[in-house]
């Protein structure tokens, strides 16, 4: 009789660290499913409103690729810092891709810590600005004052 009795206790206490296990797995696993779906959502373009502006606020120089030491610019960027390098094609393709996207209204420049470029450079960014405009779209300059580098964006 009392080897009946645990035997009985002891089959109930595995069936239910059975039933545990299963709804360990099944948590964890829509936990997982929640989280894919959130990251797939918000993927392209999920979280953009109808209307809105881009802006492009470059913060250092003008350049065709970033230099420096590779772990002193991964070390910066952990860190939160900038590495005061603007690379042109980011600033281009980022105009071209706005001038296609009819939820981009108008662009915004912002050249505050903007801290020059070559003139092909320069040149470069202000097609791409005139293309921007050409698509029937508004660019808008805003500084609290304009060096020379500067002032040839901001006149685009």
């Given at each position: 009789?009392?080897?009946?009795?645990?035997?009985?206790?002891?089959?109930?206490?595995?069936?239910?660290?059975?039933?545990?296990?299963?709804?360990?797995?099944?948590?964890?696993?829509?936990?997982?499913?929640?989280?894919?779906?959130?990251?797939?959502?918000?993927?392209?373009?999920?979280?953009?409103?109808?209307?809105?502006?881009?802006?492009?606020?470059?913060?250092?120089?003008?350049?065709?690729?970033?230099?420096?030491?590779?772990?002193?610019?991964?070390?910066?960027?952990?860190?939160?810092?900038?590495?005061?390098?603007?690379?042109?094609?980011?600033?281009?393709?980022?105009?071209?891709?706005?001038?296609?996207?009819?939820?981009?209204?108008?662009?915004?420049?912002?050249?505050?810590?903007?801290?020059?470029?070559?003139?092909?450079?320069?040149?470069?960014?202000?097609?791409?600005?005139?293309?921007?405009?050409?698509?029937?779209?508004?660019?808008?300059a805003m500084a609290n004052g304009y060096d020379q580098s500067q002032y040839y964006l901001a006149a685009h």
């Amino acid at each position: 009789m009392i080897k009946k009795f645990f035997s009985g206790v002891w089959r109930l206490f595995s069936g239910l660290m059975r039933v545990l296990q299963v709804m360990v797995f099944f948590t964890f696993f829509l936990i997982f499913i929640l989280i894919f779906l959130d990251k797939s959502e918000s993927g392209a373009g999920g979280g953009m409103p109808d209307s809105a502006a881009l802006v492009i606020a470059p913060s250092g120089m003008l350049v065709e690729q970033i230099s420096g030491d590779t772990l002193d610019m991964a070390l910066l960027q952990i860190q939160g810092g900038a590495s005061g390098q603007v690379i042109v094609s980011e600033i281009v393709q980022s105009l071209q891709a706005a001038a296609q996207d009819d939820r981009i209204k108008l662009v915004v420049l912002q050249p505050n810590l903007f801290q020059g470029g070559g003139l092909s450079k320069l040149q470069e960014i202000g097609d791409a600005l005139d293309e921007f405009r050409a698509s029937g779209k508004s660019v808008i300059a805003m500084a609290n004052g304009y060096d020379q580098s500067q002032y040839y964006l901001a006149a685009h």
